[in-house]
C-alpha cells in the first residue's frame, strides 16, 4: 500500500512541533530531539512503501521517531519502546512540582502520559506505538491521572 509523500510532508508540517517537544523528553533536549524529528521523518519518506495502512500514518512514524529518539540516547542499549524507557520534561525548572510529580510514575507510565498530553496522540495511536490494547491506555491514563493527582496535592505546601 504505501504512503504517500504529501501525506507525510503535511504530517511534518502539523505535527513537528509536537514530535520535537514530546521526544526531547526522550532525548534530553531540544537540539537532539529536533535531530531526531529530522531523521525520523527522512525515514518514514525512505521507506514510505513499507507503511501498510493498517494504522495510523501518525502512530507509525511516532515509532519510527521514538526508536530514532532512543537511538540518540547514551543509554540506549537498555531503553525499549515498551519497557525502561524514561522520559521526563526537559526544562524541569520552568515547573518543578510537576516534573517532580510526573518522576513519581513508572517509566512506561510516564510514557503514555508524554504521549497522550506532550504529544497529543489518541488512545488509538498510542495503543498502536507503544503495542498495547485501547483499554489499557486508558486504563493507564486514567491511573496516572490518579496518581499525579495525589502526588501533586501532597506535593502543595502554603507559607504560612
Known amino acids: 500500500m504505501g504512503a504517500e509523500l504529501a501525506e507525510i510532508?503535511?504530517?511534518?508540517?502539523?505535527?513537528?512541533?509536537?514530535?520535537?517537544?514530546?521526544?526531547?523528553?526522550?532525548?534530553?533536549?531540544?537540539?537532539?530531539?529536533?535531530?531526531?524529528?529530522?531523521?525520523?521523518?527522512?525515514?518514514?519518506?525512505?521507506?514510505?512503501?513499507?507503511?501498510?495502512?493498517?494504522?495510523?500514518?501518525?502512530?507509525?512514524?511516532?515509532?519510527?521517531?521514538?526508536?530514532?529518539?532512543?537511538a540518540l540516547r547514551v543509554d540506549f542499549a537498555e531503553a525499549e519502546l515498551n519497557g525502561s524507557l524514561d522520559p521526563a520534561i526537559v526544562e524541569p525548572e520552568r515547573d518543578v512540582v510537576l516534573s517532580a510529580a510526573l518522576r513519581t510514575l513508572a517509566p512506561r507510565r510516564r510514557l503514555i502520559v508524554f504521549l497522550r498530553y506532550f504529544a497529543d496522540l489518541s488512545y488509538g495511536e498510542i495503543a498502536e506505538v507503544v503495542g498495547v490494547s485501547e483499554g489499557t491506555v486508558a486504563a493507564t491514563l486514567a491511573q496516572a491521572r490518579s496518581a499525579l493527582k495525589e502526588a501533586l496535592t501532597e506535593g502543595v505546601t502554603i507559607d504560612g
Open 9 to 70: 510532508e503535511a504530517l511534518y508540517r502539523q505535527s513537528y512541533l509536537r514530535y520535537r517537544n514530546a521526544l526531547a523528553a526522550v532525548t534530553g533536549s531540544y537540539e537532539s530531539a529536533r535531530d531526531a524529528v529530522q531523521q525520523a521523518f527522512a525515514k518514514a519518506v525512505a521507506e514510505r512503501r513499507r507503511f501498510r495502512g493498517e494504522g495510523s500514518l501518525a502512530a507509525w512514524v511516532w515509532k519510527i521517531a521514538l526508536r530514532e529518539a532512543l
